[in-house]
């Protein structure tokens, strides 16, 4: 079974590290990517929009204050990272 599905310990514990994980106010926009991306492997598939979801819901509160005036929604996770670069890179 564990080759099949892995270990449904990690798995477990990657949800709720990811679930969990949120940026510092002062961080570092390419390592909240780095930890987020890192635990998403350990997780299996949520599916795009629970991934875009939760990572939003991580991000610091400088970053959120500039996306809410981003106009538009996001199709891929890739895309809103790829903003929030951005987005990060302006304000610094």
């Known amino acids: 079974l564990f080759t099949l599905f892995g270990n449904p310990n990690e798995v477990r514990k990657g949800k709720q590290e990811l679930d969990n994980l ?3 106010e002062s961080g570092q926009v390419s390592l909240y990517i ?8 350990r997780t299996g598939d ?7 979801h939760v990572y939003r819901r991580g991000l610091a509160s400088r970053l ?3 996306l809410a005036s981003h106009p538009g929604n996001f199709d891929s996770l890739q895309e809103l990272m790829d903003i929030i670069m951005e987005l990060d890179t302006m304000s610094g």
């Open 22 to 24: 949120g940026m510092k």
């Open 34 to 41: 780095a930890d987020f991306r890192s635990l998403m492997s």
């Open 46 to 52: 949520w599916g795009e929009r629970a991934y875009i």
């Open 64 to 66: 959120l204050d500039k």
